[in-house]
């Protein structure tokens, strides 16, 4: 079962203001990866990650071919780490949309002032250490 602790909450929530913003893994349908910082990644709720999409290049193209991805969590400075699997659905208009739009960071709000973005939801399947210990897996 995947039920996020309150540590991971909070490491998430404040990645971007504790400078260690997190890093979003993709692979499209055939295979090309992708890597880049996302730096909107927010514990959604204790099954979910979510974050604003505002560039719209390679990891969303990605995702829409292949929605499995990994986001990773590291902060040197706490020593916490996780890496979070799961799979990401792309909301470009409605009421997802507009939650994860609402709880997004202002920072990352502020660059794109023309909310073009998307919200992504991350349904979690497996949450493991750096090592690959599996902390939590879905049932």
């Known amino acids: 079962m995947i039920d996020l602790t309150d540590e991971m909450k909070t490491a998430l929530n ?3 203001a504790d400078r260690v913003p ?3 893994a ?3 349908a ?3 990866p992708g890597i880049g910082y996302r730096g ?3 514990a959604y709720d204790g099954q979910n990650l979510a974050y604003w999409e505002r560039t719209r290049r390679g990891g969303l193209e990605n995702i829409l071919s292949s929605p499995y991805v990994i986001v990773m969590y590291r902060n040197p400075q ?3 780490a996780w ?3 799961g799979r990401a659905t792309v909301h470009e208009d409605g009421d997802i949309r507009e939650q994860i739009m609402a709880r997004t960071v202002q920072a990352e709000l502020d660059r794109d002032p023309e909310r073009r973005g998307s919200g992504v939801m991350i349904e979690l399947d497996r949450v493991e250490t750096m090592g690959g210990e599996v902390l939590q897996a879905k049932d």
């Open 14 to 16: 404040s990645a971007l």
């Open 22 to 24: 997190c890093i979003l």
């Open 26 to 28: 993709t692979a499209s």
């Open 30 to 32: 055939d295979g090309k």
């Open 40 to 42: 909107s990644v927010m």
């Open 78 to 80: 706490t020593r916490q």
């Open 83 to 85: 890496k979070f699997f």
